[in-house]
T-cell receptor, first 113, second 118 residues
Framework: DVKVTQSSRYLVKRTGEKVFLECVQDMDHENMFWYRQDPGLGLRLIYF???????EKGDIPEGYSVSREKKERFSLILESASTNQTSMYLC????????????FGPGTRLTVL | AQKVTQAQTEISVVEKEDVTLDCVYETRDTTYYLFWYKQPPSGELVFLIR??????QNEISGRYSWNFQKSTSSFNFTITASQVVDSAVYFC???????????????FGSGTRLQVQP
């Protein structure tokens, strides 16, 4: 079974702090994704990565950056957290096999005060 | 324009009722995939099914069935004899090539919350 883990289930930070959200997958997937989920908006893609050290912007990259130094790990960085970044953050991974099936981690609920 | 529309925000049924969750999509690709995911209260999205754009056969898996109709751009999901454990948010998603990069990514609908009452 595919296993995607995220470093924290719940996180509380203060405005202006630098925040790191970590995601690790154990199935040798090439592709990794970060989404945020907000009520009524579904999941929105922040960034994705198709290879180590590669990254591409999704639909809402503003205020975020990412890092992928190893194939299994994809980090989402909030350089200076703001209250409008309070959300559920979901990480996913997929194989580069043309089927596009993504497998998700349990999510991190981030609150920025 | 929204690419994946789930018009039903919330549905409430009584156990053993059948329920259909609607999904309408929009794409210019001829090759694409459609997905359904389930998000139980624990929060993790669980993959349920993938269909490719060339396969319009309906699919049944136990109490779950899916009806894919290209003519109406719909991919509806039916739960037969619903159970309390089916209570969750269900997301429909579309995979297509991104306009700028050609990379493939998923676009999700806003989700339908299903409440199954005992």
């Amino acid at each position: 079974d595919v296993k995607v883990t995220q470093s924290s289930r719940y996180l509380v930070k203060r405005t202006g702090e630098k925040v790191f959200l970590e995601c690790v997958q154990d199935m040798d997937h090439e592709n990794m994704f970060w989404y945020r989920q907000d009520p009524g908006l579904g999941l929105r893609l922040i960034y994705f990565s198709y290879d180590v050290k590669m990254k591409e912007k999704g639909d809402i990259p503003e205020g975020y950056s990412v890092s992928r130094e190893k194939k299994e790990r994809f980090s989402l960085i909030l350089e200076s957290a703001s209250t409008n970044q309070t959300s559920m953050y979901l990480c996913a991974s997929s194989l580069r096999d043309g089927t596009d099936t993504q497998y998700f981690g349990p999510g991190t609920r981030l609150t920025v005060l | 324009a929204q690419k994946v529309t789930q018009a039903q925000t919330e549905i409430s049924v009584v156990e053993k009722e059948d329920v259909t969750l609607d999904c309408v999509y929009e794409t210019r690709d001829t090759t694409y995939y459609l997905f359904w995911y389930k998000q139980p209260p624990s929060g993790e999205l669980v993959f349920l099914i993938r269909r490719n754009s060339f396969d319009e056969q309906n699919e049944i898996s136990g109490r779950y069935s899916w009806n894919f109709q290209k003519s109406t751009s719909s991919f509806n999901f039916t739960i037969t004899a619903s159970q309390v454990v089916d209570s969750a948010v269900y997301f429909c998603a579309l995979s297509e090539a991104q306009k700028d990069t050609g990379r493939r990514a998923l676009t999700f609908g806003s989700g339908t919350r299903l409440q199954v009452q005992p």
